[in-house]
């Protein structure tokens, strides 16, 4: 979380970090912040609330032009209110230095009680602004200024990101990385350091991914990168990256979301490319990066919030088609709970963005146990993607919004390559299932019945748009759906809603059902139809209002006096899972944009979560 970034090169700073941020809000939008150097001093302005505020303040302090060194930042709050005073950067106490920062420094209380011993004043609340305040005194009894800068980030516990300006050295800027991401652009007479790619796309594809414990010295013409515990000198590879701003801007959309979500056809066929050959009898399932891949005798699958729930879905397919044991665990609670795992048992690690605090740390926590790590991601170069020990690549492309869409979807396609790739290895009989064939002809169906199901969620959106709560239910593979769809709401326009399993309901969550509390039930034509349609019953029984997610298959007796039955394409039955999922990522669009809310940058939220 938080968005960072730092220019120093020959053109105007400030017209460059405030485009840098545009493309990194989706990483936090608290508050924005840049600091430049302006003859001889640091510049520092800031703004609480999105980046238009701060630009709209820079718009009257033309003087900035001139800097030609700054850095930036865009925050999601950890420490103290989103207000201004908490914006970054965050100086030090003599103003001559100034950070930006993301992630979290564990110790800055202990810090913190050491520099107000020594006649330390705060500002602000964040740990940011201790940082800032150690890097100088580090700094003052050093032989230099990188050695101060290191010693203070060797002080620093936690997991963060840093890039610093003074005004002592104002032709070069120093960066720092520990477990948050951040990496170097390297231009023509000119560099650029960000959390993310895109903030610097526009100016250069040659890029430097900065591992944990590495500083760098960015000058215009020139850098270093050093071990931040011997500050001795490193190679690095510089990595070209070959997507255009194109796939990440909104194409003409009103919103990153339905562009992402329309985009879903692609994605799979992206995401299917060059990992299925004809052999003399059949199509079948290539995954070339799992060739020296040990069978492993159970599979543990982690992640966090969509990621997790791509993962539950994966599972169903993975025993099935595999027989291998699969268990999914959200990784915030797995890194923490000492989990047994054996050490020949797979670990898979699934995120879009490849850099979630709490999946990095289970990832990392599995290697401590001699487990082979797959890193399912999408952000190609991520943390994960690099320190896993064979990558998948999602091949979804940018996502921007902060509610996921197509990368679970892509998610999903890679997780049933991944069931059919393991299935094959001991199971002849994988492919008599057309399953892999239905996933082929998954991209042009959906494609075409995408218009419909648009028009037919911005109905039903605009009638449920005023409830304040609402159940998702679904049984076996829908489940995981049904938990996506409620995520999927709540987070963009702020109506309260649950998944859960149809049969749980009767347990207790039943007993909110009444006319005002309506219930999304997906009804997919899979063996489990009839009894989701009890559950619906039930539902119905209580006077609750229901949607029922159908297909055009299926044998939904006519009576059943649901509210609306929104009935979807027949195909196979996993591959149904597909159809539902792009329809409640609609109806979530389509009631949050009746609702006029915030769709790509809900509140309280950040699309890449670095912190724990
Ligand atoms: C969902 O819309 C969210 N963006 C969130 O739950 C997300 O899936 C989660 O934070 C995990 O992110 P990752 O896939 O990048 O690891």
Redesign the pocket.
Known sequence: MCGIVGYNGYKPAVSILTEGLSHLEYRGYDSAGVALIHEGKLAVHKAAGKLSALEAKLDTALHLQTGTTGIGHTRWATHGLPEERNAHPHLSQDGKIAIVHNGIIENFQELKTELLAKGHHFISDTDTEVLAHLIEEEISSSSSICDGFAKALRRAHGAYAVVMLTSDRPDVLYAGRMSAPLLLGIGQNENFVASDVPAFLAHTRDVIFLEDYEIACIEKDAWKIFSLDGLSPLEKKVHHITWDMQSASKDGFPHFMIKEILEQPRVIKDCLAGRIIATPDRRQVTLNELNRLAFPSRLRIV?????YHAGLWGQHLIEKLSGIPTAVEIASEFRYRDPLLCPDELVLA????G??AD?LAALRLAKTKGCQVIGLCNVVGSSIAREADIVLYTQAGPEIS???TK?MCSQMTLLSLLALFLGQEKNPSVYDDPFLEALIALPDQLSAALPEMQEYSARLAKRYSAAHNFYYLGRGQCYPLALEGA??LK?ISYIHAEGYPAGEMKHGPIALIDHNFPTFALAMNDILFPKVESNIQEVLARQGQVIALVQNNNSMRPDLPVDDLWVLPSCHPVVSSFFALTAMQLFSYHVADYLGKDIDQPRNLA???TVE
Do not use: P, R
Request: charged share 20%.
């Open positions: 992640g966090c919030g969509t990621s699934v995120s879009q963005s850099e979630t999946t902060v509610a996921s990368a995520l999927k987070e699309k890449s979560v």
